[in-house]
């Protein structure tokens, strides 16, 4: 038995491997093992740095990677100076939008959220110890950071994750806290773990859960979490400002009534 690790922002969650599984196929993990040596780069990788993310030797890493590359998965930088992925990946993150019952109905809601809100609304969908955007409607002031579908976030230092973790157990919370790697995004991040409940506390009592600067400077969070019918936390909608814009409770005032409304909508499909 071993793990395979991704990291982004200090959020490192774990897929359980059971190799001696008879219909667990080998030659498919190192491909995906490739393809997620991209998650943590800046940078066309060679093939030696990808054979090192994979944890495997460069005779293996070069058949995987001519093999991905020959489907349109992995493609030659345009400067020539290594490997990135491929156009290919596209077609499998919309497949998966598109598939996916709740960014399906989620999505006229998001849309109106969006109208109402005039600032940056996002759906997130929880993985574990980190949260993925699935669908991000733009304000008028946005970075690369901010628009791309597929980034993702902890929960432990998120107002999405403290939205979801307000409908989890103290057990369940305290297992969250105790797996992530917490450290701080900015000088703002709260890493403490009983100032992690004490917020997690707060989203129970409010009903939605507000972030400042703790993953972008100057950035106000607020969110609300999207249950299963059972009750579990699925992700959450989020509404993001500017603080040279709003303070803390003129922004909650305005839009956790709005939060709580859109993901009333979309809980009961």
């Known amino acids: 038995m071993r793990y395979i690790q991704r990291s982004e922002y200090g959020v490192r969650p774990t897929t359980r491997v059971d190799e001696g599984d008879p219909l667990f196929v080998q030659a498919i993990a190192r491909a995906m ?17 990808i054979a ?12 995987v990677v001519h093999t991905l590359k020959q489907l349109g998965y992995i493609e030659r930088d345009a400067d020539d100076r290594g490997y990135v992925p491929g ?9 998966y939008l598109r598939l996916n ?37 733009q304000s008028k002031r946005e970075t690369l950071f901010a628009t791309l579908v597929g980034q993702s976030v902890p929960i432990y230092c998120t107002s999405g994750g403290r ?33 992690i409940r004490v917020k997690v506390r707060e989203a ?22 999207i249950l299963a019918p059972d009750g579990t936390p699925l992700g959450a909608i989020h509404i993001a400002g500017s603080l040279s814009e709003w ?10 009534p709005l939060a709580g409304e859109a993901v009333g909508a979309i809980n009961r499909f």
């Open 52 to 63: 090192a993310a994979g944890g495997m030797g460069k005779s293996a890493a070069q058949r």
């Open 163 to 195: 939205a979801v973790m307000a409908h989890m157990s103290d057990a369940e919370v305290d297992d969250i806290i105790k797996r992530s790697d917490r450290r701080e995004i900015t000088p703002k991040t709260i890493t403490d773990p009983e100032q």
């Open 33 to 49: 093992q490739v393809l997620s040596a991209f998650h943590d780069t800046g940078k066309p990788l060679t093939l030696n740095e």
């Open 87 to 95: 156009i290919r990946i596209l077609d499998h993150a919309r497949d």
């Open 204 to 225: 129970r009592e409010k009903g939605y859960a507000l972030a400042l600067e703790e993953i972008l400077l100057g950035e106000i969070a607020i969110a609300a979490a």
């Open 101 to 137: 019952s709740l960014v399906v109905r989620a999505s006229p809601v998001l849309i109106e959220l969006r109208r109402n809100t005039r600032e940056r609304v996002d759906l997130s969908l929880r993985d574990d110890l980190r949260l993925v955007y699935a669908a991000r409607l």
């Open 247 to 256: 303070d803390e409770e003129t922004f909650c005032q305005r839009f956790a």
